[in-house]
C-alpha cells in the first residue's frame, strides 16, 4: 500500500519519498569512483541525478553567458559551452572533477534551446509536436588540480506525440517549459506529452550518466600517466645530473693527466 502511494502521487513522507527514491539505503556512495563531482551547472535536474546515484557532489554556478548560434554544428555547440562552463568554475575550487554539460533541442538542423517567452514556448512546441527530434547533450570533465579535461557528447532520438494547441497552452501555464531546451521536460509533465525516445533517456533529461562514468574514467586515466611521465621524467634528470657530474670528473682526471703528461710527470712506467 505504501508503494501505492508514492506511485498515485497521494501525500507522502519524506522519508518514503527518499526511500523511494534510494531503493537502498544501505548504499552510501557511488560504487565506481569516490571522486567528488564540481557540478558545473544550475540545473537542479542534474544535481538530482548525482544524488540519485550517490555520486558526492556541490554546486558551483558557472559564469557564462548561453549564448544559442542556431545553424551552429550540434555538437560543437554543446561541447563548446560544456567546456566554457567547466572551466568557468575551475577557479573557484582547488581540487576534485569539475563537470560542466550542455543539453539542447535539434529540429532539421535548428537549435531549440530555452524559450525567451512562453509565445517562443508555444512556437517549439507547435513545431515539436507530432515530430521527431535530436537531444544532445556535451559534457566536459577537468581536474581542477591540473586543468586536464575530457569532453564527449550523447544523442537520443525522441518523438512529442502530437498536441493541440489547448494542451500545449496547458502544459505551458505549468512552467515547466520555461527553463529547459525546446520548451519540455521529460521528467515531469512532459512525460505525458514524449511519446518515444531511442538512446538514453537520462540524456534526455539533462545528464547521460553512463557517458559521465566513460570520461571520468578516461580522464584518471589520463591524469595518472601523466604523473607516471613527470615522475619518469623527474628520475631521469635526476639520474642525469649525477651521470653528468661524474663524467666532469672523469673528463676533468682525463684533462688532469694531460696536464701532467705535459709537465713530464708521467709515473714511474715512463721513466
Same mark, same amino acid.
Given at each position: 500500500?505504501?508503494g501505492? $502511494?508514492?506511485?498515485?502521487?497521494? $501525500?507522502?513522507?519524506?522519508?518514503?519519498?527518499? @526511500?523511494h527514491?534510494?531503493? *537502498?539505503?544501505?548504499?552510501?556512495?557511488?560504487?565506481?569512483?569516490?571522486?567528488?563531482i564540481?557540478?558545473?551547472?544550475?540545473?537542479?535536474?542534474?544535481?538530482f541525478l548525482l544524488?540519485?546515484v550517490?555520486?558526492k557532489h556541490k554546486?558551483?554556478?558557472?559564469?557564462?553567458r548561453?549564448?544559442d548560434? =542556431?545553424?551552429? *554544428?550540434p555538437?560543437?555547440?554543446?561541447?563548446?559551452? &560544456?567546456?566554457?562552463?567547466a572551466?568557468? &568554475?575551475?577557479g /573557484?575550487?582547488?581540487?576534485?572533477?569539475?563537470?560542466? !554539460?550542455?543539453?539542447?533541442v535539434?529540429?532539421?538542423?535548428?537549435?531549440?534551446?530555452?524559450?525567451?517567452?512562453?509565445?517562443? =514556448?508555444?512556437?517549439?512546441? /507547435?513545431?515539436?509536436?507530432?515530430q521527431?527530434?535530436?537531444?544532445?547533450?556535451? +559534457?566536459?570533465?577537468?581536474?581542477a !588540480?591540473?586543468?586536464?579535461?575530457?569532453?564527449?557528447?550523447?544523442?537520443?532520438?525522441?518523438k512529442?506525440r502530437?498536441?493541440?494547441?489547448?494542451?500545449? *497552452? !496547458?502544459?505551458i @501555464?505549468?512552467?515547466?517549459?520555461?527553463?529547459? =531546451?525546446?520548451?519540455?521536460?521529460?521528467?515531469?509533465?512532459?512525460a @505525458?506529452?514524449?511519446?518515444?525516445?531511442?538512446?538514453?533517456?537520462?540524456?534526455?533529461?539533462?545528464l547521460?550518466?553512463v557517458?559521465? +562514468?566513460?570520461?571520468?574514467? &578516461?580522464?584518471k586515466k589520463?591524469s595518472?600517466?601523466? @604523473?607516471g611521465a613527470?615522475?619518469?621524467?623527474? =628520475?631521469?634528470? $635526476?639520474?642525469?645530473? /649525477?651521470?653528468?657530474?661524474?663524467?666532469?670528473?672523469?673528463?676533468g682526471g682525463?684533462?688532469?693527466?694531460?696536464?701532467?703528461?705535459?709537465?713530464?710527470?708521467?709515473g714511474p712506467s715512463?721513466?
Amino acid at each position: 500500500m505504501k508503494g501505492e $502511494r508514492v506511485l498515485t502521487g497521494e $501525500r507522502v513522507s519524506k522519508r518514503q519519498l527518499a @526511500a523511494h527514491r534510494h531503493p *537502498d539505503p544501505g548504499v552510501k556512495r557511488f560504487p565506481f569512483f569516490d571522486d567528488e563531482i564540481i557540478l558545473a551547472s544550475s540545473s537542479p535536474r542534474r544535481s538530482f541525478l548525482l544524488g540519485l546515484v550517490r555520486i558526492k557532489h556541490k554546486v558551483v554556478v558557472p559564469r557564462v553567458r548561453e549564448e544559442d548560434h =542556431a545553424h551552429e *554544428d550540434p555538437v560543437k555547440h554543446v561541447l563548446r559551452l &560544456a567546456g566554457l562552463k567547466a572551466h568557468s &568554475a575551475r577557479g /573557484r575550487v582547488k581540487r576534485g572533477i569539475i563537470l560542466g !554539460a550542455d543539453t539542447i533541442v535539434v529540429m532539421e538542423g535548428d537549435i531549440l534551446g530555452k524559450p525567451r517567452n512562453k509565445r517562443d =514556448a508555444k512556437r517549439m512546441l /507547435r513545431r515539436l509536436s507530432g515530430q521527431w527530434h535530436t537531444v544532445y547533450t556535451g +559534457l566536459a570533465v577537468v581536474d581542477a !588540480a591540473n586543468g586536464m579535461e575530457t569532453m564527449g557528447y550523447e544523442r537520443s532520438l525522441v518523438k512529442i506525440r502530437k498536441m493541440t494547441d489547448v494542451e500545449i *497552452d !496547458a502544459y505551458i @501555464a505549468t512552467g515547466e517549459p520555461m527553463d529547459k =531546451a525546446g520548451s519540455y521536460g521529460i521528467q515531469g509533465y512532459g512525460a @505525458a506529452i514524449v511519446e518515444k525516445v531511442r538512446g538514453c533517456y537520462f540524456n534526455v533529461v539533462g545528464l547521460p550518466l553512463v557517458k559521465l +562514468l566513460y570520461l571520468v574514467r &578516461a580522464l584518471k586515466k589520463t591524469s595518472e600517466r601523466q @604523473a607516471g611521465a613527470v615522475g619518469r621524467g623527474a =628520475a631521469h634528470r $635526476r639520474l642525469s645530473g /649525477r651521470s653528468t657530474r661524474g663524467g666532469e670528473r672523469k673528463v676533468g682526471g682525463a684533462r688532469m693527466g694531460m696536464r701532467g703528461a705535459r709537465r713530464g710527470d708521467l709515473g714511474p712506467s715512463s721513466r
